[in-house]
């Protein structure tokens, strides 16, 4: 791999431990999706009632498809195309639909990486620190609507992204997560810290973590297994590129728990940052898409040290959404090396190029472009509709199906466990869940989010 020379059937790279790649796999899945759309959707649905429906459909349903798509990748120790292909040739397409939406994903997440740059700078020069929300909402305004401002911030975290995956998997991805991890969550404990010491903290902790069952809805529950799936990354390619560079002797079982702990763990953390703070100043939990970028440095411009908070929290937004855009970039930079053999710096930088050039339309959505729509949507929310409300879902439905109907029963017991090496003793319900409960779940993501369905 390092010399690009990444051929199907060669000598492939590998994690170098367990842990490199449990850090890996978490920071793909760790991003923005926990850091800024789990706690919007929180406050948008209810609190504590909403948190406790996610949970039981992490542990109940992502989890378990997080250990399919693990399956899925180590079984074919090639790009996602051909892990799926190897189980069953027709299923090709799921990997370049998959493969198709994770690009589509980068060019527009690259857009959002782009500020969190800009907010870090911001900070870090006191611009957004004491202003109201009009002040806010005007520097937000003011910065999305200017293009060659966002491009300059687009180019800043794509160029970025690009050169951690040009080093390759141990070199490069492992090595740079390793550092990037523990870092997050450094910063995510102190800041947790910080805000739950806030006077009057408790009230947003107590709305956040104590369930109100009364708030359960249909659309709660629909909403709350949805960010599940969009948080783990399932569906895109990014886990089963990941586990075909997966040691044969690993327990998936494990690992597969302890990325969605870690995944968990960012997202309800995030959480402990931001309500406590939010209403210890009285603050609106439910304000949606910018809880980040109005309401919470309203938070920080009234706190003690609140600029140098501010500082660490926007840094922390850049490493969480760096990691996720790795493991965009790294799907379908495999697929090239491999098919081609065309070597990694180049394919990376080239794929960083083309997905620049993708982003431009939804880029434009907030300015020039706006008033263009196709379907009802400027271009920026049609990429995340298409990406997010069909390819991922169809993508991970028919991984399930796959898995549970496609495969032999015996043939995906000897690959989670190894060909016999480690014991899975929940082998049988997890089995259960993956052939029907899975695909019942992702069925009603993706006729909820198509308008079939009404909850």
Not at 122 to 132: D, H, Y
Not at 141 to 156: A, D, E, H, K, R
Not at 434 to 445: E, F, G, N, R
Request: glycine letters at 12%; hydrophobic letters at 55%; proline letters at 3%.
């Amino acid at each position: 791999m390092k010399n690009g020379t990444e051929r199907t059937g060669s000598k492939r790279d590998q994690f170098g431990s367990r842990l490199g790649f449990i850090l890996s796999a978490a920071g793909a899945a760790i991003g923005l999706g926990n850091l800024w759309r789990f706690p919007y959707m929180t406050g948008t649905n209810g609190g504590g009632a909403f948190v406790l429906v996610y949970l039981l459909c992490v542990v109940l349903l992502g989890a378990s498809l997080l250990i399919a798509e693990f399956a899925i990748g180590r079984n074919g120790k090639a790009n996602a195309i051909e892990c799926y292909g190897k189980i069953n040739r027709h299923f090709r397409f799921v990997g370049y639909w998959g493969m198709l939406g994770v690009f589509l994903l980068l060019a527009f997440y690259a857009i959002i990486g782009g500020w969190t740059i800009f907010y870090t700078y911001a900070a870090f020069t006191g611009k957004i620190i004491g202003q109201n929300s009009e002040g806010l909402g005007a520097i937000f305004g003011t910065f999305v609507s200017n293009p060659g401002q966002l491009v300059v911030y687009q180019i800043m975290f794509l160029a970025v992204t690009a050169y951690i995956v040009a080093k390759g998997i141990s070199g490069g991805i492992e090595k740079y997560c390793n550092i990037l991890m523990p870092g997050l969550f450094l910063m995510l404990a102190i800041l947790a810290f910080r805000s739950l010491t806030l006077p009057g903290a408790m009230e947003g902790l107590v709305w956040y973590l104590k369930p109100d069952l009364s708030k359960i809805s249909g659309s709660v529950v629909v909403s709350a297994l949805g960010q599940a799936f969009f948080s783990l990354s399932l569906g895109c390619g990014g886990m089963v590129t990941y586990a075909s560079y997966l040691n044969k002797k690993e327990k998936l079982s494990d690992i597969s728990v302890s990325v969605a702990l870690a995944d968990t763990a960012a997202a309800v953390i995030a959480g402990l940052v931001i309500f406590p703070a939010v209403f210890a100043f009285g603050l609106e939990p439910g304000s949606g898409p910018g809880l980040l970028f109005v309401t919470l440095p309203q938070v920080f411009g009234q706190m003690p040290l609140g600029w140098l908070f501010a500082d660490v929290f926007f840094v922390l937004l850049i490493v969480a959404a760096l990691t996720s855009s790795i493991g965009m970039l790294e799907v379908v930079v495999t697929f090239v090396t491999e098919k081609t053999g065309t070597g990694r710096a180049k394919a990376a930088w080239l794929l960083t190029f083309l997905a620049f050039a993708a982003g431009i339309p939804p880029l434009m959505s907030f300015g020039s472009w706006g008033s263009f729509k196709l379907f009802g949507k400027n271009f920026f929310d049609l990429y995340d509709y298409f990406v997010s409300n069909i390819t991922f879902p169809m993508v991970g439905l028919l991984g399930a199906v796959l898995v549970g109907y496609l495969w032999r029963k015996e043939a995906v017991y000897a690959e989670v466990t190894s060909d016999g090496l480690h014991r899975f003793k929940w082998f049988g319900i997890w089995y259960f869940i993956i052939k029907y409960l899975t695909p019942v779940a992702v069925s009603v993501i993706f006729l909820q989010a198509v308008g079939v369905l009404k909850l």
